[in-house]
C-alpha cells in the first residue's frame, strides 16, 4: 500500500510561485507513473500535470502549461510541482496520485492512491 503525503501549499500573490511536494511510502515509487490534481471550491477535481515511472514523458492541461513543471526525485521517492506565474484561478486543494501502471495519464480513474491533499491560494 502505497502512502503519499504532500506539502508545500500556502498563500502566494498573483504572478507568485510555489513549489509543491509529495512523499510516497510503502511501495516502489520508480515503478509509480504519477500526478497532480487539484480541485476548487464547489468544482470537480481536475488533472494538473503527470510523470510517467521513468520520469522521462510528462503531461500538462492547457490551463498551466508553459507555467507549472512536474518532476520526479527517485532518490528520496518525492514527487513536485513547480507552479510559476501563478493565477487566482489556480486557488484549490492540490492532489497528489500515483498509478501502479505507471503511465502517469490524466484520467482520474488511472490512479489508485491518492493523498490528503495541500492547500493553495492565490490571491488577486
Known amino acids: 500500500q502505497v502512502q503519499l503525503v504532500e506539502s508545500g501549499g500556502g498563500l502566494a500573490q498573483t504572478g507568485g510561485s510555489l513549489r509543491l511536494s509529495c512523499v510516497a511510502s510503502?511501495?516502489?515509487?520508480?515503478?509509480?507513473?504519477m500526478a497532480w490534481f487539484r480541485q476548487a471550491a464547489g468544482k470537480e477535481r481536475e488533472f494538473v500535470a503527470a510523470?510517467?515511472?521513468?520520469?522521462?514523458?510528462?503531461l500538462y492541461s492547457d490551463s498551466v502549461k508553459g507555467r507549472f513543471t512536474i518532476s520526479k526525485d527517485k532518490p528520496i521517492n518525492t514527487l513536485y510541482l513547480q507552479m510559476n506565474s501563478l493565477k487566482p484561478e489556480d486557488t484549490g486543494v492540490y492532489y497528489c496520485?500515483?498509478?501502479?501502471?505507471?503511465?502517469?495519464?490524466?484520467?482520474?480513474?488511472?490512479?489508485?492512491?491518492w493523498g490528503q491533499g495541500t492547500q493553495v491560494t492565490v490571491s488577486s
Open positions: 496520485a500515483a498509478d501502479n501502471a505507471g503511465w502517469g495519464a490524466a484520467a482520474i480513474s488511472e490512479y489508485d492512491y
Open positions: 510503502g511501495g516502489t515509487f520508480r515503478r509509480l507513473g
Open positions: 510523470i510517467t515511472r521513468a520520469g522521462t514523458s510528462t
